[in-house]
């Protein structure tokens, strides 16, 4: 039982495509993260959902564009994909906002070529 | 300004010998959470530890310790008779008021058989 589970795991995809990365966990968690991992292994936030509110939208190109359907989805969309947007994106959830740990899906390493 | 700093990049020790791993941090906050993230060649990132700043005890779970020191801003983290397995990117982060969990930059430990 995969308690934060992102698909694809591989997305292999051209420049100027759109494409999209689902989230769903099922820890009854009420908060949601988009992290972006670069090549050098930094993380960082993307994004943050609670009870599907977004909360927190970081310095990100508009051509991203998250969607929380319900408490225990998170989606990622992403427009006309470009050369940088190449990165492992994360998926988390977590209690709620404050102090709780989050949990990390297995990850989806986006490759733009 | 980064919140989390994690001076050593990488650390390479033979298996048996102790490793300790910095953390230092920053924040204006009063009370805030101190994290810490394990990430294995497969790539998840596994929850190790959470901190809150009203709990200065150390703490230590098997061959893992904690050592979260106020004054210092620090919360360091060693690893006791180190085996192969714990080969990984191990990452200090710290959520305040803001909401964000701020990841540090991570260091690679490498344990040779």
């Known amino acids: 039982d995969t308690a934060v589970s992102q698909t694809p795991k591989y997305l292999v995809t051209q420049m100027g495509n759109d494409k999209s990365i689902k989230c769903e966990q099922n820890?009854?968690?009420?908060?949601m993260y988009w992290y972006k991992q670069d090549s050098k292994k930094f993380l960082k936030i993307m994004f943050s959902?609670?009870?599907?509110?977004?909360?927190i939208n970081e310095t990100v190109p508009n051509r991203f564009s998250p969607k929380s359907p319900d408490k225990a989805h998170l989606n990622l969309h992403i427009n006309s994909l470009e050369l940088g947007d190449s990165a492992v994106y994360f998926c988390?959830?977590?209690?709620?906002?404050?102090?709780?740990?989050?949990?990390f899906g297995q990850g989806t390493r986006l490759t733009v070529v | 300004a980064q919140k989390v700093t994690q001076a050593q990049t990488e650390i390479s020790v033979v298996e048996k010998e102790d490793v300790t791993l910095d953390c230092v941090y920053e924040t204006r906050d009063t009370t805030y959470y101190l994290f810490w993230y394990k990430q294995p060649p497969s790539g998840e990132l596994v929850f190790l530890i959470r901190r809150n700043s009203f709990d200065e005890q150390n703490e230590i779970s098997g061959r893992y310790s904690w050592n979260f020191q106020k004054s210092t801003s620090s919360f360091n983290f060693t690893i006791t008779a180190s085996q192969v397995v714990d080969s990984a990117v191990y990452f200090c982060a710290l959520k305040d008021n803001d909401y964000k969990l701020s990841f540090g930059a991570g260091t690679t430990v490498t344990v040779r058989a």
């Open positions: 959902y609670n009870n599907k509110e977004l909360i």
């Open positions: 988390a959830s977590s209690q709620g906002l404050e102090g709780y740990e989050a949990f």
């Open positions: 820890l009854g968690h009420d908060t």
